[in-house]
């Protein structure tokens, strides 16, 4: 037959570990409600870091492609920078992805 010191020990034991599990379930409340901004925060800044890289490079590959209309003497310098635009707005938002994780890996 079980003694009133192990039921109270029981007892007590119980309450503390549904004390730590609320402490527990709190605490990742207020991580969430931290943790929630910083990534959408850092989700813009990607977001605008792509925009300008890609709208940069947009840019010079239509003005590269309305300078081919200058003339055929440019036609072939400026049809070989398109194609080093392009890939270059190609190749960096993938840099800027792979490095995603690593601290000031968005930010220049």
């Known amino acids: 037959m079980p003694s009133c010191r192990s039921s109270s ?3 007590a034991l119980s309450t503390d ?10 605490l990742r409340i207020r991580n969430a409600r931290i943790e929630h901004p910083a990534i959408v925060s850092e989700r813009q800044h990607i977001a605008r870091d792509l925009h300008h890289v890609v709208g940069h490079s947009l840019t010079a590959v239509v003005v590269r492609a309305q300078l081919i ?4 003497s440019r036609a072939e310098e400026e049809a070989a920078e398109i194609v080093r635009s392009a890939c270059d707005a190609l190749t960096h938002p993938r840099h800027r992805r792979d ?4 601290p000031g890996s968005f930010h220049s």
């Open 69 to 72: 209309g200058a003339g055929p």
């Open 17 to 26: 570990y549904a004390e730590r599990a609320r402490e527990a379930t709190d």
């Open 9 to 11: 020990a029981a007892k």
């Open 99 to 102: 490095g995603f994780g690593e």
